[in-house]
């Protein structure tokens, strides 16, 4: 496995989330992720609740492969970036162990910079260190 940084990794990351640009958005995606990596959200108590109402004891949403990921990331920058004026940034608390890193994220307010929310990172990297896994937990 190749030497990486886990907080230039984690920071790299979280601008994924916030690019504008959707050329620069793949690119940063091809850049990062495993050609079949796999993107699983633990959704928001809200979601979890609806879903146990309809019957379902377990939930959670995946997208694999860059098309998906990359509608994934732009979904998410269209509503939380363009739309609600957040933008996302990694704590400084990045660490690896092998081929995983973990850390925690901000969601902030761009008019503000008052942190709402944020989360927690699992990213499990392949022999290239790029992403193969992503274990989100928002609100973690």
Do not use: C
């Amino acid at each position: 496995m190749i030497e990486i940084d886990p907080q230039y990794l984690a920071d790299r990351y979280m601008t994924q989330w916030t690019l504008s640009d959707a050329a620069e958005r793949r690119a940063a995606i091809e850049r990062l992720w495993a050609e079949d990596g796999t993107h699983i959200l633990h959704p928001p108590a809200e979601i979890r609740e609806i879903a146990a109402e309809l019957g379902f004891d377990h939930t959670t949403l995946e997208a694999q492969g860059y098309d998906a990921i990359e509608a994934r990331v732009a979904r998410s920058y269209e509503r939380f970036v363009e739309k609600e004026r957040f933008t996302f940034r990694a704590r400084a608390d990045a660490v690896r162990l092998n081929g995983v890193v973990k850390f925690g994220w901000e969601t902030v307010s761009v008019e503000t910079d008052d942190v709402v929310g944020g989360g927690l990172d699992i990213l499990v990297l392949d022999d290239d260190g790029r992403i193969k896994a992503d274990y989100m937990f928002p609100g973690a």
